[in-house]
Each structure stands twice: as structure tokens, then as C-alpha cells.
């Protein structure tokens, strides 16, 4: 039999790191390849051996932990890793846990929204049952993933009996007392928990929602809007490298959402073209050789891009060019 090249250790590797700041990102699922993605744009290189859950980062300090994201609020809030990348929903669900520890400091604080990931936590019961407000599953069987968010919201619903909203940063319902909601924890296939008589209502993600209606579930309400986001812990080891990687991940997210309109235009319409392209500060307007003419370069939603030619075309610009962005720092 070959040999095969002798595996490191992860608590070798963790041990050797030498001061380097701790980067957790999620190791599979929805979150993972966008947030590999996020670092390539950032250049944050670095190379992942194909069995191990740590990698040393090639041109900065940074060691990068991959952990399932339901985990990484936990290690970023008792300051185990520095930054980290996560749902909003699990660190909400962090935050609810933390909540319910009697002197617990929930430790983590977001940085920003990445803008990925969206989706929402929601109350969901059979779509052909008689179950239309979250206030009628008081007293019954709930089954979710989430437990001390779910637990959270209906002890909301119990004290107040009226929908509740739960956010990051905002306060959540006190559980004062034991629930007459029943709130059992699954792990996976939660959507199947209706049909199989398990519970009456669920408390899931939902993205598009085709799992949902597979299931023949319908929401009701929303516990949490979520989208991935970047956290840190309260005390980070090196907070001028924070503040660096926080810089080059929001340039990539600028990058991400415009790009760079060019355009020639005569100066008796530029008023109206820059009212079109106003840019993020305000468009650059260079002189051309041929008099009465100028050049406009000014940054554009993508989103917006086609309308915007479309305008630009009608107010008498000509030469139009739109150009990707790779990154920006917009200050």
C-alpha cells in the first residue's frame, strides 16, 4: 500500500499559530461559498488542507476556522475567535440562549451586513389547516431548530398575545415563566414535522420557499429577516487588523453593487446627465479636447445600470461604457 503525507493535527495547528487573529467562517452550506468568495475579492490568501478545519492565511496574520455557522457566534462571543462570519439568525438564536443565562454577556457585536443569504425564520403550519395567526399555536406543539428564539417569541405571544418581533439588537420577550407552548428541538427535515404528526406548527428558514409549500406548510409569521453578516467579539486581539479586513470586505461589497459609468456628454446637458448619475459623492467630469464636450465617470447600481443608459441616451450622452468594479473604498 502507497503511503499517504502524514495529516496535521487541527490542536497542533491551533497551537503554532503564533498570534495570528482568529477568522471563523462557515465550513459547508449555503453561507460557505460566498463567504470564500468575500475573501478572495478581499485578498486573504490562503491555502486549507482538504482535511482539516484551519487555515494559515499566506499574506496577512490571520488564521481562518471553519466551523458550522451555528457555532461561530458561540466562539466569537466568549472571544474564542475574533471576527467571524454567520447568519443573522444564528446569532440571534445566540443571543436569545445568552439571554436566558443569568450575568451572560452576549459578546458579539456586527460589523456589517454582507448582503447574501437572505432569508427569514417564520412561523409555519399546514396550509390546508384552520391555523391562521402565530397566537393560535399558543398551548400547542411547535418543532424547530431555533428553540430559544421559538421559545422567545412565544413567550412574546403568551404575555402579550399579539404578534412579536425579535431582532439583533433589539430586547427580547422575557420567558418569566414555563410555556404552555410546547417547544420540541429537530435537527434536519423540520418541515416534515406537521405531516408526520409530530407538531403543529414549525418554526423554520425559508428561503425561496419551495421546501416550505413541498411540505404543504405556509408562513404566518416572521420571527427573524436574516442575511449573512460579519461579527466580532467585544475585545478582538488586534483591532487595527479588524478594522483592515472590515475595510477591504466593504470594498468588495461596494464592488459587488455598482459599477463604473462613462460617458461623453456636451456641457449645456450635463446638468441633466449628472442628475441621472449623481454617483455615491458626485460623478467625476473631465474637460475634453473638443470643445463645449466633456467626460462623466460616476458609479452605478448594477441594478440600475440598463434605465440609467436609457436616460443618458435621451438627454444626448454618447459613448457610454460600463466597466465591473473589482473593488473600492468609498470612505
Avoid at 111 to 127: A, S, W
Avoid at 291 to 317: R, T
Wanted: a neutral charge; glycine letters at 10%.
Amino acid at each position: 500500500m502507497g503511503s499517504h503525507p502524514e495529516i496535521p493535527r487541527f490542536a497542533d495547528v491551533l497551537g503554532s499559530l503564533g498570534g495570528r487573529l482568529l477568522f471563523a467562517v462557515p465550513k459547508k452550506g449555503r453561507l460557505q461559498q460566498p463567504t470564500l468568495d468575500l475573501l478572495q475579492g478581499s485578498d486573504i490568501q490562503f491555502r486549507r488542507h482538504s482535511r482539516l478545519d484551519i487555515a494559515l492565511c499566506i499574506n496577512l496574520p490571520i488564521a481562518l476556522v471553519f466551523l458550522p455557522a451555528a457555532d461561530i457566534p458561540t466562539f466569537v462571543g466568549e472571544g474564542r475567535v475574533d471576527l467571524g462570519i454567520t447568519g443573522r439568525d444564528q446569532v440571534a438564536e445566540h443571543r436569545a440562549i445568552t439571554a436566558g443565562e443569568a450575568g451572560m454577556d452576549v459578546g458579539v457585536e456586527e460589523v456589517l451586513d454582507l448582503g447574501f443569504g437572505k432569508c427569514k425564520l417564520q412561523v409555519q403550519v399546514p396550509e390546508k389547516g384552520d391555523i391562521t395567526h402565530p397566537a393560535e399555536l399558543v398551548g400547542k406543539n411547535v418543532v424547530t431548530s431555533f428553540v430559544s428564539l421559538a421559545t422567545a417569541y412565544f413567550a412574546g405571544l403568551e404575555e402579550h398575545k399579539d404578534d412579536v418581533k425579535v431582532t439583533i439588537n433589539g430586547e427580547l420577550p422575557e420567558v418569566k415563566k414555563k410555556l404552555n407552548t410546547k417547544i420540541k428541538y429537530v435537527g434536519g427535515s423540520v418541515e416534515a414535522a406537521c405531516a408526520l404528526g409530530v407538531a403543529d406548527g414549525v418554526v423554520d428558514l425559508v428561503e425561496s420557499g419551495e421546501t416550505m409549500r413541498a411540505a404543504g406548510l405556509k408562513a404566518i409569521a416572521t420571527v427573524v429577516e436574516s442575511t449573512a453578516v460579519l461579527i466580532k467579539s467585544k475585545h478582538p486581539s488586534d483591532s487595527d487588523l479588524v478594522n483592515l479586513i472590515t475595510s477591504r470586505i466593504k470594498g468588495v461589497i461596494t464592488a459587488q453593487k455598482y459599477a463604473l459609468c462613462q460617458y461623453n456628454v456636451l456641457r449645456s446637458k450635463l446638468h441633466a446627465a449628472t442628475m441621472i448619475t449623481p454617483g455615491r459623492r458626485a460623478p467625476t467630469i473631465t474637460s475634453l479636447e473638443e470643445p463645449g464636450w466633456v467626460a462623466v465617470s460616476s458609479m452605478v447600481l448594477k441594478k440600475e445600470i440598463a434605465v440609467v443608459m436609457d436616460e443618458l441616451e435621451k438627454v444626448g450622452a454618447t459613448d457610454l461604457l460600463v466597466l465591473d468594479i473589482a473593488n473600492s473604498r468609498t470612505g
